[in-house]
Nanobody, 116 residues
Framework: QVQVVESGGGLVQPGGSLRLSCAASGSIFSDNRMGWYRQAPGKQRDLVASISSSGGVSNYADSVKGRFTISRGNAKNTVYLQMDSLKPEDTAVYYC?????????WGQGTQVTVSS
């Protein structure tokens, strides 16, 4: 079994920054892709960013390119999302995921609210 836990959400003013953290535990394999999705009220869950097992390849949604940065920690079961120049439209619940041997495991989500 795999558990995924996010942290770091909160309330921030437009133009501000937040850093989300995610740690997976349990039956973790070294070959595992991780990333972040987000879901705003009344909308579908969309991919924000993903990163390869090695950390060498990352992908971003067009709406966050140049503002968000995904990275992996020294421990292969951790991933971070640095969010800069935040906009009100970034307000959503952010979910971390990890793919282990073809199975996707989700965290419980962390709320990010961008508002003045």
């Amino acid at each position: 079994q795999v558990q995924v836990v996010e942290s770091g959400g909160g309330l921030v003013q437009p133009g501000g920054s937040l850093r989300l953290s995610c740690a997976a535990s349990g039956s973790i394999f070294s070959d595992n892709r991780m990333g972040w999705y987000r879901q705003a009220p009344g909308k579908q869950r969309d991919l924000v960013a993903s990163i390869s097992s090695s950390g060498g390849v990352s992908n971003y949604a067009d709406s966050v390119k140049g503002r968000f940065t995904i990275s992996r920690g020294n421990a292969k079961n951790t991933v971070y999302l640095q969010m800069d120049s935040l906009k009100p439209e970034d307000t959503a619940v952010y979910y971390c995921y990890t793919i282990q041997r073809g199975t996707v495991y989700w965290g419980q989500g962390t709320q990010v609210t961008v508002s003045s």
